[in-house]
């Protein structure tokens, strides 16, 4: 136990080195001798400070633990702010995405020829004008559209296909924030998988569900999901497709997991793991039972378990067996790194009552490389593949961002460096005399010693716990006066020692409330209308700023949605594309001319509408982007930037401060802008532009004013900009002395001179003024 003294008084026992029963036949003794002890304790104490000393150090030590919380709770409010505004997302009240220790699961669809060349949806480049998705980008069913659909989800994982005509079933575990078990959600999609309808939940039982495993037979349409919690494998009958199902029977009195079903010369096979049994090894065992109707009865495999072994193998079920130019595939889990980092698949060449072997066969489902910020970037761990009636093969995977069990580990490793900033100021106290280690009488083996029988007392020894505590307790509480002497707050070594102390501390709690309050640490994209997109950024160079853009695309590419980066090449030789760390594609477009107005060329090989235009000198999150983006999908008639200016009737160009001056601003900066790259670069390149162009040349300088002019002119009286606000920015040439416009005062002349230029052309911005702060989602203030 701790004591804190204001008055610095410790407390000290004697506990020697002699067994209990010596210490009983010298108790007097001992009092006169811890009498005697204690007077010279106290008489270093009073010479090590006095009264009122030692209450300035207990001062000092309590308001340690209230700068700490003072710290931490500034830390978290400045750093990891409350998601305002996230619509389409679920709202902070909702039960719905919270975070999972199983993961954040959710699915994606993949198109292609066959399925060992399946491409994710937005490579295919479907656009849907309802959702302002240009194109639809995956996951295309998540959490938060089951969740924003009535039917709370943490996750959704699983996906299994039923096709009916041109309709689209997907059935899938939904992981239910409520009773924190799966249960068996269902969507549709009438457009090939491009956009779904959650439907509900089609089958909710007292225990885990998952894995729904969907098929057809004899004209009825039956499932057989996972339930191995209760040690059996049940098979439903739909009664009233999809939302109602009835047991129809019970097929197996095993824990099976992830079973699937094949059918094989006039037999069906059923594949399954039983990690029940004693000896297996989890997510390393496969078995198979055979019968003559998927109803049963089932008969076990001679050679079972076909695979016991490691994990890594795929020997567990990562999806449905599928059939491709007569050969039939079996899909395996990786789980040697973490469960379900990987999908494996296997060609089956034999498969008898007697018999079963398998070979792996090459399988790249194609995946992001920007890890955590892409929503299958750490582990994808089922595959369903169906052939459609026009021939094309469509596919489903689960993805995830995270990995098994991360939560569970980002809150220990928080809440143990929170311990650790704890039991720093804990130190603290020890050396400044205020903190003393007591452990009670009635733990101690003294207090008892006259209160035993003789046959337990003999049982007893000097080593036990009790004792060793004491001891342990007795020497912190007798600092040496060395260590107490390099906190002494009157020395220079005192407040050295003192600040180290502190900052150790208050970089522990940081440390702390960053593992438990900052999240996994990935950039989520922000849906619209319940779908994501992607964009191209793109920005203007030339060979003076090749640092610039080396450590732009690296930053840049791993944003959750850019499509492609086009690098727009001004002047110089062009760099090599393998100079450049991309998690996405790179292009970079030499320009015959060096001429500011090349930002705005038309170039037909941009396959998204929106692009985002973007200094190579500008350095800002991630997640400021995802949000500049889903603002631009609600308004993509409008440059969406995150710059803003206010122009009034001086026609004098002035920065940001001058804006916030009079609370509104009427034009944004396309150094750093979302775009219709139809519209605005058809516009900036119409002969309408041309005198514009032409001035832009003359003045190397103003090609985003010119912009603003006609993007203004082509709204009427409508709004024509938005602006976000980024929570930080850095300008990296100035850390590279490469600046474009290095005097400020010239260039602001320039830049009035252009609007009284365009004003005369295009008529004047000053009668138009949008105040701060006046959308909902708080992303303009």
């Known amino acids: 136990m701790m004591e804190v003294s204001a008055s610095a008084e410790e407390t000290t026992e004697s506990t020697g080195k002699h067994s209990w029963q010596k210490n009983v036949a010298a108790a007097a003794h001992n009092h006169n001798h811890n009498h005697n002890h204690n007077h010279h304790r106290y008489k270093y104490i009073s010479n090590y400070g006095g009264g009122g000393s030692s209450g300035r150090r207990f001062l000092f030590f309590v308001s340690c633990f209230g700068f700490y919380a003072l710290v931490a709770a500034t830390y978290a409010w400045l750093a990891f702010p409350p998601h305002i505004g996230r619509t389409d997302h679920v709202s902070s009240s909702s039960l719905g995405c919270r975070e999972d220790n199983e993961g954040s699961w959710s699915i994606g669809v993949f198109y292609g020829d066959s399925p060992f060349s399946l491409k994710p949806i937005e490579t295919i480049n479907v656009w849907r004008n309802e959702s302002a ?85 004899n004209g009825e349409i039956y499932m057989m999901p996972e339930s191995n919690q209760i040690g059996q494998l049940h098979l439903y009958r739909a009664v009233n497709f999809p939302l109602s199902w009835k047991l129809e029977k019970v097929i197996l009195q095993k824990p099976l997991v992830d079973s699937t079903i094949i059918h094989h010369q006039g037999n069906y096979w059923l594949f399954g793991s039983d990690h029940s049994s004693f000896g297996t090894k989890k997510n390393g065992q496969l078995e198979i039972w055979h019968s003559s109707t998927p109803l049963g009865p089932w008969k076990p495999h001679k050679k079972n378990p076909v695979y016991n072994g490691k994990r890594n193998v795929g ?20 789980c040697g790194e973490s469960y379900g980092k990987k999908i494996r698949i296997f060609k089956v060449e034999v498969l008898s009552k007697e018999e079963y072997r398998e070979v792996e066969v090459p399988f790249d489902l194609e995946m992001s490389h920007k890890g955590k910020n892409s929503w299958n970037g750490v582990r994808q761990h089922h595959f369903d593949v169906r052939q459609l009636s026009s021939g094309e093969y469509i596919g489903f995977v689960d993805g995830d961002r995270v990995t098994s069990g991360d939560l569970f580990h980002r809150v220990f490793l928080g809440y143990a460096s929170l311990a650790a900033a704890i039991s720093a100021v804990v130190l ?50 007798r600092v040496p006066p060395f260590l107490r002497g390099l906190v002494k707050p009157n020395s220079s070594l005192g407040r050295l020692t003192l600040g180290l102390v502190v900052l150790v501390g208050v970089l522990l709690a940081c440390v702390g409330i960053r593992y438990i ?24 160079t030339y060979d ?47 320009e015959k001319q060096n001429s500011l107005n090349n930002r705005f060329n038309v170039d037909p090989l941009i396959k998204t509408r929106a692009v985002l235009e973007l200094d190579d000198d500008i350095m800002m999150s991630c997640d400021v982007i995802e949000k500049g983006f889903r603002v631009w999908r609600e308004h993509p008639e409008r ?28 034009m944004i900066l396309t150094g750093a802008a979302f775009m219709d790259a139809g519209f605005a670069f058809d516009m900036y ?22 912009l603003n002019f006609l993007y203004a002119n082509a709204s009427g009286s409508g709004k024509a900009v938005e602006y976000v606000r980024p929570s930080w920015a850095v300008d990296t040439s100035k850390l590279s002395g490469v600046a474009i416009s290095g005097n400020t005062n010239q260039h602001y002349r320039k830049r009035s001179k252009c609007l009284r230029r365009f004003s005369d052309l295009y008529g004047s911005l000053s009668d138009r003024r949008w105040e701060f702060g006046g959308r909902k989602d708080g992303w303009d203030l």
């Not at 791993?558 to 450049?580: H, Y």
């Not at 001058?658 to 009427?666: E, K, T």
């Open 428 to 477: 603290l106290g020890f050396l400044l005399g205020v903190v003393n280690c007591i452990v009670p009488s009635t733990w101690c083996m003294n207090y008892y010693a006259e209160k035993r029988t003789d046959s337990l007392l003999n049982l007893e020894s000097a080593g036990l716990f009790s004792e060793k505590l004491r001891r342990i307790c007795s020497r912190l509480n």
């Open 685 to 706: 390149q119409s002969d309408k532009a041309k005198l514009g162009r032409e001035f832009v040349d003359e003045q190397f300088n103003c090609e985003d004013v010119l």
């Open 133 to 217: 998705a240009w194109p639809v980008a995956n996951p295309v069913l998540t959490c938060a559209s089951m969740t924003n659909s009535g039917f709370p989800s943490n996750f959704v994982a699983d996906p299994f296909l039923y096709v009916q005509g041109d309709t689209l079933y997907l059935f899938f575990e939904n992981k239910n924030p409520i009773t924190l078990q799966g249960d068996i959600g269902v969507a549709e999609s009438i457009d090939k998988g491009a956009t779904w309808k959650p439907l509900g939940i089609a089958l909710d039982e007292p225990w885990h569900l998952s894995f729904p495993f969907v098929f057809n037979y």
């Open 315 to 334: 020997a567990r079920n990562g999806g449905r067996a599928f059939s491709h130019n007569g050969n039939i595939y079996r899909v395996g889990q990786d």
């Open 639 to 666: 440059l969406v930037g995150f710059y803003p200016r206010f122009v009034d009737r001086t026609m004098t160009y002035s920065a940001e401060k001058f804006a916030r001056s009079h609370n509104g601003y009427n």
């Open 544 to 590: 003076a700023r090749l640092w610039n853009l080396k450590m732009y695309v690296k930053h840049y590419s791993r944003c959750p949605s850019v499509k492609e980066i086009l690098v727009i090449w001004n002047k110089g030789p062009p760099p090599e594309l393998t100079d450049l760390d991309s998690a996405v594609p790179v292009r970079i477009r030499v």
């Open 517 to 540: 309050y900052g999240g996994s640490g990935a950039v989520e994209p922000y849906p619209f209308k319940g779908h994501l997109s992607q964009f191209t950024l793109a920005t203007m």
